[in-house]
């Protein structure tokens, strides 16, 4: 079987990186555009790349520390896919522009983060499956809520629009813990890779 760092995750992985970065150095390129403005860009300018750094930081602290391992490709190429996500819908005004775009943002972005979640886990020792779809789910629920504090840092608390915006947060935690909670039904009956084992 082909080892995991020649897998196309690594392809998806390094494109997604180029992608946000390129995305975020036009959001910062042009902040004045209605897509843009009032969207917390220089905010999201810092935490995106941190985030997308996270699993080589990690790989990187584990060699350091003696545990080699192949690079985890698809937990890098899972973990960045939400970020490029967000921004991408904003570079192209579907937030603003289509319906139902941020609730499927909610849904599919923590599918894919508790995806890596799950892809971190299956490296590890071998858990009942119960326990997997828990840990995906409560990650992904950790997540959705730190998400909506963030949010509401950013926007809730410099805007006159209260109506509706705990409907519209309850709703989003929802969809995020779905979302987890689908990715940890799936990871739970998901083949470990052979590296795992």
């Known amino acids: 079987m082909e080892p995991v760092h020649r897998t196309p995750w690594r392809h998806a992985a390094l494109l ?3 992608v946000l970065a390129v995305l975020l150095a036009l959001a910062l390129a042009f902040p004045e ?4 403005a009032d969207k917390a860009m220089g905010a999201r300018a810092v935490a995106y790349p941190l985030a ?3 699993v080589p930081a990690i790989w990187l602290v584990r060699r350091r520390l003696g545990r080699p391992g192949l690079f985890p490709w698809d937990v890098d190429a899972l ?3 939400p970020f490029v ?4 819908g904003n570079a192209l005004d579907l937030y ?6 941020d609730d499927a943002c909610h849904f599919g972005n923590w599918a894919l983060l508790g995806g890596a979640a799950g892809a971190a886990l299956l490296r590890g020792p071998g858990l009942p499956r119960w326990v997997t779809v828990l840990l995906v789910a409560g990650a992904g629920a950790i997540a959705a809520i730190a998400w909506e504090l963030a949010e509401y840092g950013a926007f809730i608390l410099d ?3 209260s109506i509706g915006i705990y409907r519209d947060t309850l709703g989003d935690e929802a969809l995020g813990l779905l979302g987890a909670t689908t990715a ?3 990871t739970a009956f998901r083949r470990r890779p052979p590296t795992a084992r």
């Open 33 to 36: 555009w209605d897509r843009f």
């Open 85 to 88: 996500i967000d921004v991408a």
């Open 96 to 101: 603003d522009s289509v319906g139902w775009f």
């Open 159 to 161: 805007t006159p629009e």
């Open 16 to 18: 997604l990186k180029a």
């Open 52 to 54: 997308a750094l996270l």
């Open 184 to 186: 940890g039904l799936l």
């Open 79 to 81: 973990l960045t896919a």
